[in-house]
């Protein structure tokens, strides 16, 4: 059986893209937005509630965006950005295990920053 891989980068990009999404939804719990903006190192931060909001709207967006394959780098930049600093900042940048899973979303999105859409993809359609 032979593996079409771009279809398979396809598949991977929108599950990927439903995944930081699925993450991102937490906009829309107050309690987990105040939760997480009293953590202390986004306490220290210069408008820490309103970065908390813009973190996991990013998420939201670029994760729908990433899913749909629209805008593919933008989204890919944007989601490596806050996988980065979530891992590295938030974290304790100890990606090969405490930290994995936001480094994990950070690969991801560099693959699909570097590949672009591949198949499946709103762009493929409008081209």
């Known amino acids: 059986m032979e593996i079409n891989i771009t279809a398979a980068a396809g598949i991977?990009?929108?599950m990927t893209g439903l995944l930081v999404a699925y993450h991102g939804l937490e906009v829309n719990d107050a309690t987990k937005m105040?939760?997480?903006?009293?953590w202390e190192k986004v306490a220290v931060l210069p408008l820490a509630s309103t970065m908390v909001y813009i973190g996991k709207?990013?998420?939201?967006?670029?994760?729908?965006?990433?899913?749909?394959?629209?805008?593919?780098c933008l989204a890919s930049g944007a989601i490596l950005l806050v996988m980065l600093f979530i891992c590295f900042y938030l974290g304790n940048g100890r990606f090969w295990?405490?930290?994995?899973?936001?480094?994990?979303?950070?690969?991801?999105?560099?693959?699909?920053?570097?590949s672009g859409p591949a198949k499946y993809s709103v762009s493929a359609y409008m081209a």
């Not at 670029?62 to 749909?68: Q, R, T």
């Not at 295990?97 to 999105?109: I, R, T, V």
């Open 57 to 72: 709207g990013v998420e939201l967006i670029a994760g729908l965006l990433l899913a749909c394959g629209l805008l593919t």
């Open 97 to 114: 295990y405490e930290d994995q899973h936001p480094f994990l979303l950070a690969l991801l999105a560099g693959f699909f920053l570097a």
């Open 34 to 38: 105040a939760e997480y903006s009293a």
């Open 12 to 14: 991977l990009r929108i």
